[in-house]
T-cell receptor, first 109, second 117 residues
Framework: DAKTTQPPSMDCAEGRAANLPCNHS???????VYWYRQIHSQGPQYIIH???NNETNEMASLIITEDRKSSTLILPHATLRDTAVYYC??????????FGPGTRLSVLP | DADVTQTPRNRITKTGKRIMLECSQT?????MYWYRQDPGLGLRLIYY???????NKGEISDGYSVSRQAQAKFSLSLESAIPNQTALYFC????????????????FGEGSRLTVL
């Protein structure tokens, strides 16, 4: 079973920040938070991951709460091409990735 | 060219037929995976292989078998297809998981859509 809980869907206006929440209240100390996204029916694509510090790359930012029980993926300036299903995954080193249903983000013009 | 290639991309077959989905990769990764996706759901792991001599069942292996013919090739077989195996199938690869959590990042193929009538 997935170790995370995400809202099934969200909308965001084009050009605005998209903030996608994820709850992972049972996360262990050695488990990382990963985010992937799946555009239409393509294969999922890695976005970002983190342990406890906030992370940023060219695609997104990941904000992890101090107690690590939840996190937020931020797409700073959402475009129509960011419309996708976003998966939040908790995984320890050596474990397999478990994909839940994710959040369907719709970026609206 | 794609690093992870799946064939066929689309297949329609009949109940009881044997079907093979093939996956090849040029990333040089040791680990390969087969996932299944049903509409509105996440991906579920069918089988995975950490090297040529290693095969492991995932959460939904019943009705499926796999073969790791080489480091670069991992095929999924449905010995006798049934309608509830209609789904989108993904192959993925990853490097060996070492101490760096970025190791093990999954790289997916473009999917094989299978319809069983």
């Amino acid at each position: 079973d997935a170790k995370t809980t995400q809202p099934p869907s969200m909308d965001c206006a084009e050009g605005r920040a998209a903030n996608l929440p994820c709850n992972h209240s049972t996360i262990s100390g050695n488990e990382y938070v990963y985010w992937y996204r799946q555009i239409h029916s393509q294969g999922p694509q890695y976005i970002i991951h983190g342990l406890k510090n906030n992370e940023t790359n060219e695609m997104a930012s990941l904000i992890i709460t101090e107690d690590r029980k939840s996190s937020t993926l931020i797409l700073p300036h959402a475009t129509l091409r960011d419309t996708a299903v976003y998966y939040c995954i908790v995984r320890g080193t050596g474990q397999n990735f478990v994909f839940g249903p994710g959040t369907r983000l719709s970026v609206l013009p | 060219d794609a690093d992870v290639t799946q064939t066929p991309r689309n297949r329609i077959t009949k109940t009881g037929k044997r079907i093979m989905l093939e996956c090849s990769q040029t990333k040089g990764h040791d680990r390969m995976y087969w996932y299944r996706q049903d509409p509105g759901l996440g991906l579920r792991l069918i089988y995975y292989s950490f090297d040529v001599k290693d095969i492991n069942k995932g959460e939904i292996s019943d009705g499926y078998s796999v073969s790791r013919q080489a480091q670069a090739k991992f095929s999924l077989s449905l010995e006798s297809a049934i309608p509830n195996q209609t789904a989108l199938y993904f192959c993925a690869t990853s490097d060996s998981t070492g101490g760096n959590p970025k190791d093990g990042e999954l790289f997916f193929g473009e999917g094989s859509r299978l319809t069983v009538l």
